[in-house]
């Protein structure tokens, strides 16, 4: 059994319902792009690292650390905000060495 953990910088596009309507990723952050020009009236952007699982190939969890207030989370937690695996410190790096300051 071959397990893999990967990880990806995302911008996700929320409605006034709290839905999720549009997930935009990239594994580097410097190439995620500029998202303001893909919200509509009422949405916000929610920005967030994800940590995605695999065994043989097959993704099986997933967990999201959101960035608030230019702060990355220091845990990756489940949908139901429960902390799962602690952030590597390298994201906090690359999110503060794109941060103006």
Known sequence: ???????????????????????????????????ESWVEDKQRIDFCLVRFEYTNNM?????????????LSNTFNDAYDNPFHKVPNKFHKELKDLLPL
Request: charged share 35%; net charge negative.
């Open 1 to 35: 059994m071959t397990k893999e953990v990967t990880y990806e910088w995302c911008y996700e596009i929320v409605d006034e319902h709290n839905d999720i309507v549009d997930s935009h990723f990239s594994e580097r952050l410097n190439d995620l792009g500029q998202p």
């Open 59 to 71: 993704e099986t969890d997933r967990h999201w650390a959101y960035v608030k207030d230019g702060i």
